[in-house]
T-cell receptor, first 109, second 116 residues
């Protein structure tokens, strides 16, 4: 089956810093989503981005489906950005989503 | 519009006891998912429903786990009997697949199970 790997696994930032999180996948995908899991455990939708670039405030994401990767950019990080970031992919012919290994982010005040 | 609703949020039981989790998906969503998330890991699919039909239950441990989705809306996930290794967060998600939707996943807050 498809493999989804995220990097880095852990990241510590000072408030105000920028960061880039990466999601690599081993096969072609139809859909890709980025989630933020907050300290209470809920998965919050960030982006639905099977291809191209999207921006939402301080966050933006780019998926290059032909090269099998996606990037999540966080600018001017805040302590509330702390948590775990997951990417999830769906391959053709199924509505089953496979999650990556996650990036654990901690933003220090 | 209400999101995916799960209950209970937290459950503590002794091993060998039964437990049940309930999920109400976003109104109109035809696909419902149950995921299991162990500490420090990403969610893993247990079962996926399209309307009332379980179309992917290959990862569901059928000796002790069961699920149902009555009338294609609410769903219940049951464990009987629970084992220590079942301690985890059980996540419910729903989506509206094409042609009526994009298939984007939306999650509930999860049910955290502790088995003593």
């Amino acid at each position: 089956g498809i493999q989804v790997e995220q990097s880095p696994p852990d990241l510590i930032l000072q408030e105000g810093a920028n960061s880039t999180l990466r999601c690599n996948f081993s096969d072609s995908v139809n859909n890709l989503q980025w989630f933020h899991q907050n300290p209470w455990g809920q998965l919050i939708n960030l982006f639905y981005i099977p291809s191209g670039t999207k921006q939402n405030g301080r966050l933006s994401a780019t998926t290059v489906a032909t090269e099998r990767y996606s990037l999540l950019y966080i600018s001017s990080s805040q302590t509330t950005d702390s948590g775990v970031y997951f990417c999830a992919v769906r391959t053709s012919g199924t509505y089953k989503y496979i999650f990556g290994t996650g990036t654990r982010l901690k933003v220090l005040a | 519009e209400a999101g995916v609703v799960q209950s209970p949020r937290y459950k503590i039981i002794e091993k060998k006891q039964p437990v049940a989790f309930w999920c109400n998906p976003i109104s109109g969503h035809n696909t419902l998912y149950w995921y299991l998330q162990n500490l420090g890991q990403g969610p893993e699919l247990l079962i996926r429903y399209e309307n009332e039909e379980a179309v992917d239950d290959s990862q569901l441990p059928k000796d002790r786990f069961s699920a149902e989705r009555l009338k294609g809306v609410d769903s219940t996930l049951k464990i009987q009997p629970a084992e220590l290794g079942d301690s985890a967060v059980y996540l419910c998600a729903s989506s509206l697949v094409p042609p009526r939707g994009t298939g984007e996943l939306f999650f509930g807050e999860g049910s955290r199970l502790t088995v003593l």
